[in-house]
């Protein structure tokens, strides 16, 4: 039976279902379960003149008597492009969470610790970013949506009278370009602000904002799924509430200003600039971060602030180095410019996420002293957190796990992200390596799971996924729509969800039906569309695989080959043979074809095309993972690949794949010899794993955080033992170590690993696995048998 609490809201007792879920602002409760399903009470409402298309910062507010603070007050809100949501002038909640017009996300959250009694201001912030919006960002026009859970409370609906709202001149768009940040950026545009126009103290409720207009009604507000067609369709948010948290830099390395001199900065960030002067600090944070930034000012009227972001610095070449060196070296990378007012205690938050290491801050006082009173980052991320433990004798592999957990937490917000300075894109590629390290490490498996969804929420009439999602401009790479299956197939591997495999039987169909129509006379795939991206490795133009554009990859079919094999195994759990037996034997006679004209007797290895001109690593890997060699050859053709010269090796990305095969062949005492990629980015003073071991343009690409997950499943060995991770298996391969302590969350509990391995080569220590789960350890073809809640000590 379920519980029903009373609450006095507004004179009023109304009913609440306690099972409900409430978001909170530490990121709990995050089912939001309240699904809106017919016509809101509320409606969306937009100012009522301005463009609800263009570029526009727009302030709404409602005013609220209470005569008793109630113990919930819970409302529904949601905005577009984005929202800030404040009562009383603190900030509560933003969002709605990365979605698209037919799955826009609404966030539930309890506001009733943040009333008080007597006068009350609800006050949102709502942006639209304009043509130059993020890449990532959706949106049908500018507009916001409030409505209270209860309907005693129906009067503070946004389309009921009492609403005000106004357009909050000071901003404007600063568009990025190209050579602004040397490289393809999507992020969205900067902020212009000029503080003259700024409308200060809007969100408090000492400010008169009777002169507003009233706004207008510009949609009605329905949920996914209601008979009548409408441009927004709003679903419940599934993923917590970020993490956010003040951040201080570090120091002032470098400044032209007579009074200061470089040194680490003592909190709050204080300076105070003469008038009719020109001064410039460069601020490093140590670390390479993400979140928004908030400058405070006093005085200086008409004084001209520029601060500049970048992950790294310049020398005269326009390479970046070491990060850590500043001599020679300048900054380069987007900017927001803020024009002082005059007035005391300015503050401003940028309206969107900023990453970096470095900040420039580049100040021209007019007539007045300007004062910064303090400079800071709000950082803002998904909240994972770190439940996984990787220790061993090497100290230098302690560094790897920080830096990848770093590279990890920045390159997830509401969405999974390629990288948080150039794109903020969910690409499929990068997710899956991203969501296993977030398996592995938080044991959380929400934001995988929303991806997992919007990835299928991307497929069109081509039947494949789009190689990115949420995006407004449509990218397809056929292989990364390959990889959802796959993605997929590590969600069952790791987690007992039948009802959600289920829900994505018709979009894997859809998918391998795709790749099927693309099978040439010799059982190839052949002369697949759109983008044919496999790794960005040295011989591979555009990251594109021989063969590919132009006739036959073997390397994509044995990408297809994988694919159907999962499949397979995810249509026979559910109990589907038809589709089961259909796949199976598909991948079967594509890896017959693959053998029959790809297979090179001389070098004994599959080539890249049916010419046999060339090999890579990356057919071999794939060749090795769906068993098109033999098993037992698969040890040796894989040695043979990493120790030929002639054949193409592979990149920071794809290493990944590399992994998996090393485990597959029992060669995984090699990994740790693989990690130079690695420690060259610790020499380089990155503080996050880059994109690419050349030329690189981002400094942060979550791809590259693999070695943390590595470190988990390949070295402690930590690995299901059967789908849905209802056994386990630990079989540790040390390498070179002498000492390994792991621990790995699962759904029953935490997995714990303590062991050393002895100079002739023998294993002791400890393995304890959760309550109900058993196992088997493994090591130099030695079992033995895991209990779940008992401590076993290993002596093999």
Not at 702 to 714: E, G, K, N, V, Y
Request: one cysteine or more; a neutral charge.
């Amino acid at each position: 039976m379920k519980k029903i609490v009373l609450i006095a809201l507004l004179g009023w007792a109304y009913a609440v279902n306690a099972q409900e879920v409430v978001l909170t602002r530490n990121g709990s409760g995050a089912d939001g379960t309240e699904l809106l399903s017919r016509i809101w009470k509320a409606s969306w409402i937009s100012h009522p003149s301005a463009s609800m298309l263009d570029y526009g910062v727009f302030l709404f507010r409602r005013e609220l008597q209470l005569e008793k603070v109630p113990a919930q007050f819970k409302v529904y809100v949601s905005g577009d492009n984005r929202y800030k949501l404040y009562v009383n002038g603190e900030y509560i909640v933003s969002g709605p969470a990365r979605g698209d017009q037919l799955n826009w996300n609404y966030e539930t959250i309890d506001i009733a610790p943040f009333l008080s009694k007597g006068k009350n201001v609800i006050a949102a912030e709502v942006v639209n970013f304009g043509v130059d919006r993020p890449l990532a960002q959706h949106t049908y026009q500018t507009a916001f949506l409030l409505q209270a859970a209860d309907n005693a409370a129906d009067s503070l609906n946004t389309g009921k009278p009492g609403w005000k709202v106004t357009e909050n001149r000071a901003y404007r768009p600063i568009k990025i370009k190209f050579e602004t940040v040397n490289g393809f950026y999507a992020a969205g545009p900067c902020d212009s602000v000029r503080a003259a126009d700024y409308t200060w103290d809007w969100n408090l409720s000492k400010y008169n904002s009777s002169r507003w207009p009233d706004p207008v009604i510009s949609n009605i507000a329905v949920g996914k799924g209601y008979i009548y067609g409408n441009a927004i369709h709003l679903v419940p948010r599934q993923i917590p509430l970020a993490e956010r948290k003040k951040e201080n830099l570090s120091a002032i390395v470098r400044t032209n200003a007579p009074a200061y001199r470089p040194a680490k900065i003592s909190a709050p960030l204080s300076l105070k600039i003469s008038k009719h002067t020109k001064s410039s600090f460069l601020l490093d944070n140590s670390v390479l971060t993400v979140g928004h930034a908030v400058l405070k000012i006093s005085g200086g009227k008409g004084s001209k602030i520029k601060i500049t972001y970048a992950e790294a610095l310049l020398d005269k070449q326009g390479n970046k180095g070491n990060r850590n060196e500043i001599e020679g070296r300048e900054i380069k990378g987007y900017h927001d410019v803020y024009i002082a007012d005059g007035g005391k205690g300015r503050s401003f938050e940028s309206l969107w996420l900023r990453t970096f290491r470095y900040v420039q801050l580049d100040i021209e006082t007019a007539g007045e002293d300007l004062v910064i009173d303090d400079f800071y980052n709000m950082f803002m991320g998904y909240p994972f957190q770190q439940n996984a433990v990787f220790t061993t004798d090497n100290p230098s592999l302690q560094k790897i796990w920080d830096i990848s957990w770093r590279t990890a937490r920045l390159c997830a917000n509401e969405t999974y992200m390629d990288c948080p300075y150039y794109e903020q894109l969910q690409y499929i590629g990068d997710t899956r390596i991203q969501a296993m390290i977030s398996l592995y490490v938080s044991g959380d498996d929400r934001l995988m799971k929303n991806a997992i969804k919007q990835f299928a929420q991307s497929i069109t009439a081509e039947n494949i996924t789009q190689s990115r999602y949420p995006s407004y401009l449509p990218q397809f790479i056929p292989s990364f729509s390959l990889m959802w299956i796959n993605m997929m197939h590590d969600y069952y591997m790791y987690r007992e969800d039948t009802a959600f495999i289920q829900s994505l039987k018709q979009g894997m169909t859809s998918v391998l039906s795709f790749f099927e129509s693309k099978l040439y006379s010799n059982g190839m795939v052949h002369k697949a569309p759109w983008w044919n991206f496999t790794d960005y490795a040295d011989d591979f133009p555009l990251g594109i695989p021989d063969g590919a554009d132009e006739g036959e990859s073997a390397l994509i079919s044995l990408q297809y080959v994988y694919a159907l094999q999962n499949a397979a195994e995810l249509f026979r759990y559910l109990g589907d043979t038809c589709y089961a037996n259909k796949y199976a034997g598909e991948a079967e006679a594509v890896q017959q074809a693959v053998l029959k004209n790809c297979y090179d007797e001389h070098k004994q290895m599959i080539a890249e095309t049916p010419e046999k001109k060339r090999f890579s690593i990356h057919t071999t890997v794939f060749a090795i993972l769906t068993n098109t060699i033999e098993e037992s050859k698969q040890a040796k053709a894989l040695q043979a690949a990493l120790s030929d010269n002639s054949v193409m090796t592979c990149s920071i990305y794809f290493r990944f794949y590399l992994s998996r095969a090393m485990e597959k062949t029992g060669l995984q005492d090699m990994y740790l010899d693989h990690l130079g990629p690695w420690y060259t980015m610790l020499d380089e003073g990155l503080t996050t794993f880059a994109e690419s071991e050349k030329d690189i343009r981002s400094d942060c690409h979550a791809w590259s955080a693999s070695p943390m997950f590595d470190f988990l499943h390949t070295v402690a060995g930590i690995q299901p033992g059967s789908p849905q991770f209802k056994t386990v298996v630990v079989a540790p391969h040390f390498g070179k170590l002498t000492s390994i302590q792991a621990k790995v969350p699962h759904p029953r509990g935490m997995i714990e690993v303590n062991l050393k391995k002895t100079e002739t080569g023998t294993v002791s220590g400890n393995v304890r696995l959760p309550d109900g789960v058993n196992g088997t350890f493994m090591f130099n073809n030695h079992k033995m048998a895991l209990t779940g809640g008992m401590d076993h000590k290993i002596s093999l």
